[in-house]
């Protein structure tokens, strides 16, 4: 029962998030999260909701919130899964990029 507020809450709190410093590691795993539920989805259809915790799901709205939040605030324009891509390719990476603006800045360019 008190799990179908927890969306509810998430999206009352975004803008507090998105307002403050994110953390790129958050960001970069939130953006892995949502790249893995998309790919199920299209792999799966249907059973994809059953594959995928809560905690997947709500770090994987993180990352679209924030590419949102990004987009609406520096009229970056293209395909929201493509600069998550962008963004989630760091997982990997030996270096971070100096900060969150900047990868996010990088997403919206590449």
């Given amino acids: 029962m008190m799990l179908r507020y927890v969306p509810v809450l ?3 709190m975004l803008p507090q998030i998105v307002g403050a410093e994110t953390n790129r590691s ?7 999260e949502a790249i893995q539920i ?9 059973q994809a909701a059953t594959m995928t915790s809560l905690s ?4 994987a709205g993180y990352c679209r919130g924030v590419i949102d ?6 009229h970056c324009g293209g395909d929201w899964l493509e600069r ?3 963004i989630a390719d760091h997982k990997e990476a030996k270096s971070l990029p100096p900060s969150t603006e900047s990868l996010l800045r990088g997403a ?3």
Wanted: negative net charge.
């Fill in 10 to 12: 998430f999206i009352l």
């Fill in 108 to 110: 919206c360019q590449s």
């Fill in 56 to 59: 997947e799901a709500l770090r």
């Fill in 26 to 32: 958050m960001l970069i795993e939130g953006c892995a």
């Fill in 38 to 46: 998309y790919e199920d989805n299209q792999r799966y259809r249907w």
């Fill in 84 to 86: 998550a891509r962008y």
């Fill in 69 to 74: 939040e990004y987009d609406r605030n520096h």
